[in-house]
């Protein structure tokens, strides 16, 4: 992935790469290709990318039995997500990058874990459930 994103369809390409990888389930190699200069972003897309990266990243403590930090990004991608919702009703726009059912499933898992329970292959097998998305360059208004 090139390390310099300079237009909206490089950031639909290194989205694209993501989405891929994340589909197959392959949660670190999404998270690399969504993390690259994610920080350049305008919001919510910042925001929302972000939270997906943690999403990633709550799989990838999940496939190696680390509970803890998989709760702590659970909690911190929830936290994004509002975050990013709320930009987004207020500014009447939406993030171009998405996983629908994420927020839902990043609210259960860290239910499950607050509550001391922690069953990887159930997880991953909701995870796998998830599809990632890219939905088109904004139009300009």
């Avoid at 949660?27 to 990633?56: D, F």
């Avoid at 990838?60 to 009703?89: C, F």
């Avoid at 990043?106 to 997880?123: N, V, Y």
Wanted: aromatic share 10%; proline share 6%; net charge positive.
């Amino acid at each position: 992935m090139a390390s310099k994103i300079a237009t909206w369809k490089d950031w639909e390409s290194a989205w694209a790469h993501g989405v891929r990888d994340f589909n197959e389930g392959r949660y670190w190699h999404a998270h690399e290709a969504w993390e690259a200069n994610w920080t350049k972003l305008p919001e919510p897309h910042r925001s929302w990318t972000q939270a997906l990266i943690q999403v990633c990243g709550v799989f990838v403590h999940v496939e190696k039995n680390r509970p803890g930090p998989a709760l702590r990004l659970a909690l911190r991608s929830l936290e994004l997500m509002a975050g990013a919702e709320a930009h987004a009703q207020l500014h009447r726009t939406r993030p171009a990058l998405e996983i629908p059912g994420a927020d839902d499933l990043m609210l259960r898992i860290a239910a499950h874990l607050k509550a001391g329970g922690f069953d990887a292959e159930f997880f991953l097998s909701l995870a796998h459930r998830l599809k990632a998305r890219v939905k088109p360059a904004p139009e300009k208004g």
